[in-house]
């Protein structure tokens, strides 16, 4: 092709150019733009100001529910848009007339809509900025019409592993596709969960049981899903997959009996979150949250213990708070033989009442007020006790019995009476010959 050829197209495609811009059509379509932009900006802005949900920005403490409804607020106008413009492209081609400036506003509008949903909804900082200079670029090229030669030219820059063909298509779309679901699964795991947790007529064991099998179906989604796109044919999978099951069972049968017993003591309610627990090998400690494999024990002294699930169900386990968080305890002291034990104990009992943590008070059962009881007799004094009720465990921040301890000695004080120690009388039977 000569140099006159070159002019030639280009003053034909330049003609062509003008040609559309003076058209009356265009003029057309710019008012038609003008029109459905209008109108979407109206519509958009009277249901997010007519709807609290859109409207109100929510705080922290909000319903998972009530934060992605104000979210949708945001992307409202670009999705409107998106649909007007769609039916006048649509009613365009049937009027038999080119409607390429509806085509180019439709295009920018689905990239301003693509980028409302990153800002609306994406909050971690890299993940937004992988969407805005990854996902926006491939859906632009996909708009204009590019992305087609783009992903035939990777397709042909491939190798061969054995009876494999590995491309730079195939490596990058898993890749993308690979971050893309595992961070959508991480979202809608933990916005399931919330919204789980929020719901006031489910009771504690039941939301972790429902979180649980939300948590296991969404992972099996996103495996499967991912499967699909590195190309894995799933039914000869399921056919080998008989043949190696057998052997990662036996490798796995550890988690697996972990995962159900997980499983098992949600449904059968006898263990759930905040109940406090000693097991068989003296470690104690609050369930503060169920894994699938394990279960977190947070202990007084600020330590996360992680014990199997199999291990609650297998191992000796003492429950204290799991119907009643009301218990039992007991302080024990000491008092001289000579001293008046009626009268003492009434007045230590009046004295252990008065803490505040001690359940005491005519609304009280008679059998949990505070009371003071022989328990034996000793070689140097007579062995007291106190045995008094409180709402849960008596340590860490809830620590009564040492409190109680200082109380007791400080009224015994008060009162002339002295805690005993061990005393030894020494006789000489035979003054003389010791001398």
């Not at 003008?18 to 009277?46: C, R």
């Not at 989604?221 to 499967?227: A, M, S, Y």
């Not at 099951?245 to 490798?251: M, W």
């Amino acid at each position: 092709m000569d140099f006159s050829s070159i002019l030639t197209v280009i003053n034909d495609n330049l003609d062509k150019g003008l040609a559309l811009i003076t058209s009356t059509q265009t003029y057309v379509q710019l008012a038609m733009l003008v029109v459905i932009y209008g109108i979407a900006f109206g519509v958009a802005y009277k249901i997010r100001h007519s709807i609290g949900l859109t409207h109100n920005e929510p705080d922290d403490v909000a319903h998972p529910l009530r934060k992605f409804a104000y979210r949708i607020g945001g992307v409202l106008f670009p999705l409107i848009a998106i649909l007007l413009l769609q039916v006048s492209r649509k009613a365009g081609e049937n009027l038999e007339y080119t409607p390429w400036v509806i085509q180019v506003a439709l295009s920018v509008a689905i990239l301003l809509f693509f980028s409302s949903i990153i800002r609306a909804f994406v909050t971690h900082h890299y993940a937004a900025t992988l969407f805005r200079w990854v996902g926006l670029p491939i859906l632009f090229l996909h708009l204009v019409g590019l992305l087609p030669s783009i992903v035939s030219a990777l397709e042909e820059m491939s190798m061969s592993v054995g009876n494999v063909d590995i491309s730079v298509y195939g490596v990058v779309r898993v890749l993308l596709f690979g971050g893309f679901l595992f961070w959508l699964g991480r979202v809608s795991n933990s916005f399931g969960k919330a919204v789980i947790k929020r719901q006031e007529s489910l009771d504690i064991p039941t939301k972790e049981v429902f979180s649980k099998l939300f948590e296991v179906t969404l992972f099996c989604i996103i495996v499967l899903l991912l499967l699909n796109v590195m190309g894995i044919n799933l039914t000869t999978l399921a056919v080998f997959g008989g043949a190696v099951g057998v052997g990662i069972g036996l490798g796995l049968q550890s988690i697996a009996s972990n995962f159900i017993s997980g499983i098992i003591i949600l449904l059968d309610r006898s263990l759930t979150v905040g109940d406090f627990v000693e097991l068989g090998d003296g470690q104690k400690g609050f369930v503060r949250e169920f894994k699938m494999r394990y279960a977190v024990l947070e202990t007084y002294d600020g330590k996360d213990i992680l014990v199997p699930n199999e291990k609650f169900i297998s191992d000796f386990l003492v429950n204290w708070t799991h119907k009643d968080p009301k218990q039992r305890y007991r302080v024990d002291f000491s008092v001289p033989y000579a001293t008046d034990v009626r009268s003492m104990v009434e007045f230590i009992k009046v004295a252990v009442a008065e803490h505040p943590q001690v359940l005491s008070g005519e609304s009280v059962p008679f059998e949990e007020r505070p009371d003071c009881e022989i328990d034996s007799f000793g070689d140097s004094g007579i062995n007291m006790f106190v045995e008094f009720w409180m709402i849960g465990v008596d340590d860490g921040k809830n620590r009564v019995g040492g409190d109680l301890m200082l109380t007791i000695l400080e009224t015994l004080r008060e009162h002339g009476i002295e805690i005993p120690f061990p005393q030894r009388e020494v006789r000489i039977l035979d003054p003389e010959q010791q001398a």
